[in-house]
Structure formats: C-alpha cells, structure tokens
C-alpha cells in the first residue's frame, strides 16, 4: 500500500466535469447547492482527515470516524463489506502545498499530478458525499509514479495531457472512462485553485456538504494535501459495469503528443507499459 500521504489531507471535487453527476446518479443529492455559476462545481468532501482530534466546542459537525482510516493504495481496491455497487471513478490527482494565515488558507500551490481512482459506493439517499468515498483501507486510488507540475497556469505542460480508464474482466480490456483533454475541466489552473481556496474556507455544513474549515483545524492545519479535481464522464460501459472480485482498473493520465490512445490500448494489452510522459494507476479489485 502507498503510505507516503499518511499526513496529507484527503480532498475530493464533485461536478467538475460536465454530465458525470447525471452518469453517477448524483445530481438529486445536489438540488439545493446554489453554484457561482452553472460550470462551477458543486462542493468539497474530505475522503481522509489525518490525525483529526475536536479540539473545542464550537464543532458543529464530527466526521465519521471511518475518515481517520487511510484509504490510498497504487495497487488494490477492497470492496465493502456490504453488497453495495461500487464504480470506479477515473479523475487526477493533485499532490499540493498548503498554506495559512490567521487560521485561513490563502494559498493551494499543486506540485505534482497524476492518476487517481475515487472509487465510490453508488447508494441513493447517503447522508454526505463522504459516505460514499471511505470504507477502509485500500478504498481509493493513487498512482505510485507521479508527474511534476512546472507551473499550474495556461500555457504549461499539463495543456498537453489527457485521461483515459479501462477495466480488464476475464482478460477483456473495456474503455471504462472517456479519452478526454484535462483542459476538459470545468475549473482548472488558477480559477480551480481560488475556488478549492474559497470552499475550503467558507463550505458549511449544509446538504451533502461538510464544514472543511472545522475539520481542517481539527487536523492541526495540514501542510499538504490529496486533492482529487473530479471524475470524467464514462463511457456507456462504464456507466452501467460496478466492480467484481478479480477486475482491475487502468487509470491513464498521458501526454497526448507523446502517446496515441490506440497506443495506450494496445499496450495495455501487451502489458508493455510506458514510463515516459504518463501516470498509470493498475489496481486489482480484492
């Protein structure tokens, strides 16, 4: 398992990628969040809180405590113990800095980006988007091979990188996930950064939503953070395909002047992998 993010805070983004709240089945749950704008995402939820201890009264709201447990692995997903439906959910991740004053974050500085599976339960009527996104160990995703962010702005290298997901099921490789540009995103570089910002601060405890600012000091004000910045649309088959025992899930976040998505399937196939200019998240269903 992937240990190293044991202190990172564990951030997820709902609705940044046009039509995948309706693909999720989601889009009742978020009725009543009033956006900045239509594109705008709906909200933040915590998937990990590390180290989380109340520290005064004024919490009006305590996490569930299964928040606590470290949910990250490069090479395994762990279904839940229920008999629940549980998609995968091919996203990237963001490897950040945090940083405070006077309590408040001012500045969410991305160093690093790369596959990210926010595996998640599909039950209608959750109380919380985070109900939803740990149940234990091994329940999310994390490539174990990064990509440096030389700047998280127009004009840089992540211009040039796309998304893709499949599923292997008895030695059938599926397209899980649309083939889709980052710059796809609803919000990105700076205008996602000053949001995530802003939500941090000011989300309540409000719908499906959680207080993060509460939470955040609870953690003692972590200095870096897992912000995962929302799942793609599927493709039809991975709209209506949950998990079994014995799947396993590619995620691949690549540079698409460098590799052809035909390229990609065929060396899934092969199980030649690149190495160069890409994030490969393979984990096996257990």
């Avoid at 926010?118 to 994390?142: E, M, T, Y």
Wanted: proline residues 5%.
């Amino acid at each position: 398992m992937q240990e190293k993010y044991k202190d990172f805070l564990g951030l997820g983004i709902a609705g940044n990628f046009a039509l995948h709240l309706a693909q999720a089945g989601e889009l009742e749950e978020f009725k009543d969040i009033i956006t900045a704008d239509e594109a705008a995402p709906k909200g933040l939820f915590p998937f990990y809180l590390p180290a989380y201890t109340p520290n005064d009264k004024s919490t009006t709201r305590i996490p569930k405590e299964i928040l606590s447990t470290y949910p990250l692995s490069s090479n395994t997903i762990k279904l839940p113990a229920q008999d629940v439906n549980v998609q995968m959910e091919p996203e990237v991740g963001l490897v950040c800095e945090l940083r405070y004053k006077g309590g408040a974050v001012v500045d969410i500085i991305p160093t690093h980006f790369g596959a990210y599976n926010d595996c998640s339960i599909r039950v209608a009527g959750a109380q919380k988007i985070s109900d939803k996104k740990n149940w234990g160990l091994s329940s999310k995703g994390i490539a174990s091979s990064l990509i440096k962010i030389d700047t998280f702005q127009k004009g840089s290298t992540l211009d040039h990188y796309s998304i893709c997901s499949f599923l292997k099921r008895d030695d059938n490789i599926e397209a899980y996930g649309e083939n889709v540009k980052l710059t796809g995103y609803s919000y990105f570089y700076e205008k996602l950064t000053l949001w995530i910002k802003n939500q941090i601060n000011t989300q309540k405890d409000f719908g499906p939503l959680e207080p993060l600012h509460e939470y955040i000091t609870a953690c003692n004000y972590p200095s870096k953070a897992i912000i995962s910045i929302g799942a793609t649309r599927y493709t039809e088959y991975g709209e209506k395909t949950f998990l079994e025992l014995k799947d396993e899930v590619f995620i691949l976040v690549y540079k698409h002047n460098t590799y052809s998505f035909e390229e990609l399937q065929t060396a899934l196939q092969t199980q030649q992998y690149p190495t160069k200019d890409i994030s490969i998240l393979h984990q096996k269903v257990l």
